[in-house]
């Protein structure tokens, strides 16, 4: 009879799971993180691991993330950049109305 490989670690206790669907899937990663950890050191990882894994640690995976995270922030500045456009209008279009009620004008805006 064949001795089956003992884990080297204590088996972990199982957490309950999250309760917005945010933390589970958070959690389900983690697990899957752990696993494929697990498959690294002990030498059972599939080839689709190990690539993925150096993809990852690639520098240019780290230049597409930079690049994705600096589109996400230019995204960001444009929209309040248009925020503050139509605070702007909004707030031109009320002094001019105050103008014309204070030169005694009906309000004709």
Known sequence: ?????QPT????????????PEGREMQLMAYAMDLA????????????VITHFLKAASSRDQLEKTRIEAEIRLQEARRQNLMGQ?????????ALKAM????????EY
């Open 1 to 5: 009879m064949a001795l089956r490989n």
């Open 9 to 20: 670690t204590p088996p972990k206790r199982r957490q309950p799971p999250a309760k917005t």
């Open 37 to 48: 950890e697990q498959q690294l050191i002990d030498g059972t990882a599939t080839s689709q």
């Open 86 to 94: 139509e605070d702007m209008k909004q707030l031109m279009e009320d």
């Open 100 to 107: 014309t009620i204070y030169q005694g004008r009906d309000d």
